[in-house]
């Protein structure tokens, strides 16, 4: 069969990877791709932001299967417009989708479905806002409502920085671009887990969890960032916990989801604070994360497909999945300057050597291949990944490949991982 996976970054290098490898695959498309997809599958130009090309490529393409990476698609309807063309496509709608794509319209569902979530009030302009920080106890967290690639969350360390916070959303100063609703939110302390799972709509499916390193600095300091590495260990989470968080997220997400008329297919991914009280939805993504991906699914034992293809027909519940045990992880290259700005274009090597490091596979972020030299071409550039028995050997493997890499200005963190290998297992 021929699959179609529509994005390029490291995740979808990942998902390339894992989809490859289910011996009922022949073919695998990706569009538009990176350098590390266009080694091993076609490659294909096109515009996410373009409904009317993703569905023309689909429909010139015919795959058996589209598998759709990033939150834009998603948004714009890309599932409904190939759905209502026959074609067959791992993800959810864009009804369903507005999990992600509205803060406001998350909060709200939370709420309706009694999902433990942060305190929060929606607003529509500074009054609302002025009215609504009167209650929470700085911090107070500033949420834009939309898609903002991470940036468009504020901690806010008293009530005034909030309120010129909101003002900078509302008139777009903040953000380039106008907010018509913003959250505020009460700030949550604890942990930070990522917990993805599978849904066909009904039923849900745990993917392994992982721990996701935000800050571009060492000892989570500086700007945020798409995600600079991440790991999985089964230690995040005690089979107790999972069964908690499946019992009381996100399973009654996905119900609530479906008897509100929008059922969600997909990738549900919960966000969550490991707070005190409990664990608590910071957010959902309606996708699977970056770098997350890249860490989950070299751990994954059965067929990827399979999986997806279970979620597409409603099968979800005679599908298991298996998982290696152990530990893995992903420590992303950044060029120089990322989050801000940096240059692209820049020759990469050492890739062939950091390959042969055992248990090490190299996903490609931002990269292009040009007359048989791989360069750098976007901020994440590659995401060194390694599975092992053992976190710290995880770490090793993914260290040691890195170390064969190198681009003018490349930037790595050196602690990822550090919290769990500090941390004492509680009994
Ligand atoms: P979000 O896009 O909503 O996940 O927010 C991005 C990041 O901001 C999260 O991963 C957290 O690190 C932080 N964050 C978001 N909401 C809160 C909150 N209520 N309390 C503390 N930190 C938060
Ligand atoms: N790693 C965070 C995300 O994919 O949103």
């Known amino acids: 069969m021929k699959v179609l996976i529509l994005g390029s970054g490291g995740r979808e290098h990942a998902l390339a990877w894992a989809i490859a490898r289910s011996p009922r695959v022949t073919e695998v498309v990706c569009a538009p791709g990176n350098g590390g997809m266009a080694q091993t599958a076609r490659c294909l130009p096109v515009d996410l932001k373009d409904l009317d090309a993703m ?11 589209t598998v759709v990476g990033p939150e834009l698609p998603l948004s714009l309807g890309v599932v409904d417009a190939l759905r209502e063309r026959g074609l067959r496509v791992f993800g959810p709608t864009r009804a369903a989708a507005m999990l ?3 803060k406001g319209f998350a909060k709200q569902f939370l709420e309706r479905h009694h999902i433990p979530t942060a305190n929060y009030a929606v607003c529509t302009n500074l009054v ?8 929470f106890h700085p911090p107070i967290v500033v949420k834009a409502d939309g898609l903002f690639a991470g ?3 504020i901690i806010c360390p008293s009530r005034q920085t909030a309120t010129e916070a909101a003002q900078g959303l509302f008139s777009g100063t903040l953000l380039g671009e106008a907010a018509s609703q913003v959250v505020v939110e009460e700030f949550l302390e604890g942990d930070e887990v990522s917990f993805l799972c599978l849904s066909d709509g009904v039923h849900v499916a745990p993917l392994v969890p992982a721990q996701d390193h935000k800050r571009i600095g060492e000892g989570d300091t500086g700007p945020n960032t798409g995600g600079m590495g ?4 089964d230690a995040l989470l005690d089979p107790a916990m999972t069964e908690w968080i499946l019992r009381h ?10 008897a509100e008329g929008t059922p969600f297919t997909g990738v549900l991914y919960c966000g969550l604070m490991m707070t005190a009280r409990g664990p608590q939805v910071l957010e959902f993504n309606a996708r699977f994360g970056d770098p997350e991906t890249q860490a989950i699914l070299v751990r994954l034992e059965s067929d990827l497909v399979d999986a997806l293809e279970a979620c597409v027909d409603g099968r979800l519940a005679e599908t298991p999945l298996r998982w290696s045990a152990g530990a893995s992880a992903c420590v992303v290259a950044s060029s120089g300057g990322y989050p801000g700005n940096y240059a692209t274009g820049l020759p990469i090597s050492g890739l062939a050597a950091a390959a042969h490091v055992p248990g090490v596979e190299v996903f490609h972020a931002g990269t292009a291949l040009k007359n048989g030299q791989m360069l750098t071409a976007g901020g994440r550039v590659l995401g060194v990944t ?6 710290a050997e995880a770490l090793d493997r993914a260290y040691q490949a890195m170390a064969e890499i190198a681009f003018e200005g490349m930037y790595y963190r050196r602690d990822i991982g550090h919290r769990a290998l500090k941390q004492k297992p509680v009994s």
């Open 151 to 153: 940036k468009g969350v």
């Open 100 to 102: 992600e794509s509205s």
């Open 386 to 391: 390694a599975a092992a028995d053992s976190l």
């Open 249 to 258: 997220i996100a399973a009654p997400t996905v119900t609530g989801m479906a």
């Open 230 to 233: 991440v790991y999985s260990t």
């Open 55 to 65: 569905v023309r490529l689909a429909e010139t393409e015919r795959p058996a299967l």
């Open 128 to 135: 609302e806002v002025e009215k609504a920080i009167d209650i």
